[in-house]
Structures are given as structure tokens and as C-alpha cells.
């Protein structure tokens, strides 16, 4: 029985830089919903993770976003997803410089959902 080559692809990640993620953290107004909201993401953050913890599995064969959701949990124009949306690797999404910056500006702007939605993103 001939089993052939696997057609597999193999994907490496960058770790995420968890001092930027800490740092976000106390961004959060209300540990308390955030948690009943997201689950243990913010004790996830405190605690020594192990690398890799963060990461949802991802099989490549996700749908690609349309961009009118995007618009929706992001609170930003079309204009401004369409020109920060990058593809690396055949794979498209944003920079975490991006999400960072976003993430920053929204907290210190007070605006506790549009802030959530990026630093969730963040994390994930």
C-alpha cells in the first residue's frame, strides 16, 4: 500500500509580545464583565504563560473576513481596514503594530468596546 506524501503546510508564528498585551491590560475599566465577556483571557495575561498558550489552532482553511464585519466589531471605516489589511504568507490580516496602536487609541479615548474588540483580537 503506496501511502503517498502529505500535502501539509507548515506555519510559524511570531510569539506575542507580552508586555504590550500587560500594558493594554489596565486599559480594562471592568475586570469583572470583561471576564464574564471573554472568559480568563486578563488572568491568562498576569500569570507566566506558556508559550503558544495565546493561540487559537488554526487550520488555514478559515473564510476570510468580509469586510463590512470587520467594520462592524472594529469601529473603523472600510477605507482604513482596506489599507492596513496585509497579506503575509498568503495569509491576510493586520500587523500587530496596527492592532496596538488602535488598541491605545481607543482606550485613552474611553471608548471601553472598540478598545475590547482590538485587545481580544490581540490576544487571540
Known sequence: ???????????SFRCPD?????????FVLDPLNFKQRH????????ADVVEGLLSVPF?????IPRSHI??????????????CW????????????FLIGKATVFAQAG?????EAFFVLLIY
Do not use: C, P, W
Open 1 to 11: 500500500m503506496d501511502y503517498g506524501r502529505r500535502n501539509t503546510k507548515q506555519y
Open 18 to 26: 507580552l508586555k504590550e498585551l500587560r500594558k493594554l491590560s489596565s
Open 59 to 63: 487550520s488555514g482553511l478559515e473564510e
Open 39 to 46: 472568559g480568563k483571557l486578563l488572568s491568562m495575561l498576569s
Open 86 to 97: 496585509v497579506n503575509k504568507g498568503g495569509m491576510f490580516g493586520f500587523s500587530s503594530d
Open 111 to 115: 471608548s471601553a468596546d472598540a478598545f
Open 70 to 83: 470587520i467594520v462592524e466589531a472594529l469601529h473603523l471605516k472600510k477605507s482604513e481596514i482596506e489599507a
